[in-house]
């Protein structure tokens, strides 16, 4: 797909459009949830799973604390949007500079991400991001871990909803580039600092260091 086709562009945004929340953060989010709906001692892989589960470790580690995967997935939930928004409104979760050069798109914007649909909701309103027709963040529930990237699911939901044929998805990461070839669109991989040794499975149709090289592409 020639790149002058594009008719909107989608975001990622952890690492893309904010800093990534720091992973100790997200891991005290994790102790706290289990802290709130089990009496035994978390273990350091627990945490760690808790992360980015899949459903079927979510029940392991919810059998192995007594808990249903339900009332876990929902602790677990809250947990980490209430983390992620006191680092948002610390200063410490922040737009990167060059997400500035958006204003000059003249095309529909999207964001698709990951992170719950309240933690963008967060962003959006905290760090005044606008611009975007539609948004989409992971449901608070078990079908959402079925439904994240890279399933496809919230990103084509995304493309119906801006009424789009040829989008271009920005991402930073695999997962990103996967969902973009699951629902038959470009990918372009943001390669910021985080991501210098960075491997992708498969070659993405574009790779830029900053929001800037969106500007050439379209």
Excluded: C
Excluded at 166 to 188: F, H, M
Aim: proline content about 5%.
């Amino acid at each position: 797909m020639g790149a002058n086709t594009y008719d909107a562009v989608i975001f990622d945004n952890d690492g893309v459009l904010t800093t990534p929340t720091e992973y100790d953060v997200l891991v005290q989010a994790m102790q706290t949830a289990l802290e709130n709906v089990s009496e035994r001692e978390p273990t350091d892989e627990h945490l760690e799973e808790l992360i980015s589960p899949s459903v079927a470790s979510l029940r392991q580690v919810a059998e192995t604390h007594a808990v249903e995967p339900e009332t876990l997935w929902h602790a677990r939930e809250q947990a980490a949007i209430a983390a992620q928004r006191a680092e948002i409104t610390a200063g410490r979760k922040r737009l990167y500079d060059d997400v500035a050069a958006l204003e000059r798109l003249a095309v529909p914007q999207a964001i698709v991400s990951n992170n719950q649909h309240e933690t963008i909701r967060n962003i959006l309103e905290h760090l005044a991001l606008d611009g975007f027709e539609v948004w989409y963040g992971r449901e608070p529930t078990i079908q959402g871990i079925q439904r994240k990237k890279p399933n496809a699911y919230y990103l084509e939901s995304a493309i119906d909803e801006l009424g789009v044929s040829n989008p271009l998805y920005v991402g930073d990461s695999r997962v990103d580039v996967t969902a973009a070839e699951k629902a038959g669109i470009d990918a372009a991989f943001i390669r910021r600092e985080h991501r210098h040794e960075y491997e992708l499975p498969t070659t993405p149709a574009h790779e830029i260091h900053s929001l800037e090289g969106l500007v050439d592409l379209f």
